[in-house]
């Protein structure tokens, strides 16, 4: 399957950072692989246009369920589809934290993101305590069940398992326990989609670095990576695409 390594951006990123997308696309035209950067809302527009004519697409970090409405200060997937947008990441641990995203908001932002031909990247991820009280791989089935919607396929869907004790902390999962939470996410989704959840590309993201990625994409059902930190910069989000065979 091939491999997708998506860098996000976060709330970083002023018009002087397009130049990162731009040395990305020297350092990047013989990768095997699908790459998407998702940089902040006031970006997108501009970053189509620097990306354009180069492998790398581009995603967006959050979307509203509603394609119009009274909602301010919220951007709709249909107007991300509008200005280039390819991707979306949904329920990443931060908006599931700090915004108090529900398993079912995510879902509903995720139906709206394929009615509008965006691919939905759904976050999952445990704590440090759930980790610790062994409930990470019930956590993480939980969040699937209830964040992915019906009408969800291989094509429209990617998850991006961030166990959320791992994002921007430098600390990684074991090999084992990437390689056992990738599994049960696997068996979850074909559970869901039957054979096609086989083809549904499964992430892993929590400080993937270039002297990592190489040993992370070599687990079972690991077909990409979400990149926070390592992303903002050309040089070491290429070194991560680089490992990425």
Request: contains cysteine; negative net charge; glycine residues 10%.
């Amino acid at each position: 399957m091939r491999k997708l390594i998506a860098g996000n951006w976060k709330m970083n990123g002023l018009a002087s950072s397009l130049a990162e997308i731009a040395a990305l696309k020297g350092l990047t035209g013989t990768a095997t692989c699908d790459i998407v950067v998702c940089p902040p809302f006031t970006l997108i527009e501009k970053a189509v246009a620097e990306s354009r004519g180069s492998a790398i697409l581009v995603g967006a970090q959050d979307c509203h369920a509603q394609s119009t409405g009274a909602y301010t200060g919220d951007v709709s997937a249909d107007m991300l589809a509008e200005i280039g947008a390819h991707f979306v990441i949904l329920g990443h641990s931060e908006r599931r934290s700090a915004y108090r995203e529900a398993d079912a908001a995510v879902a509903a932002k995720a139906t709206a993101a394929h009615k509008a031909g965006l691919t939905s990247i759904v976050c999952l991820g445990e704590t440090r305590e759930e980790r610790e009280d062994g409930r990470a791989i019930d956590v993480v089935r939980a969040q699937l069940e209830g964040s992915v919607p019906e009408g969800a396929t291989s094509s429209n869907t990617t998850i991006a398992y961030e166990p959320v004790w791992a994002i921007g902390t430098g600390l990684v999962p074991t090999i084992e326990q990437i390689e056992e939470t990738h599994a049960a996410i696997r068996q979850a989704l074909e559970g869901r989609m039957g054979y096609d959840g086989r083809h549904v590309r499964i992430l892993y993201g929590g400080s993937v670095k270039a002297s990592n990625a190489a040993a992370i994409f070599a687990v079972p059902n690991v077909e990409g990576a979400l990149v926070g930190g390592a992303s903002l910069k050309a040089s070491e989000f290429a070194g991560i695409i680089s490992a990425a065979v």
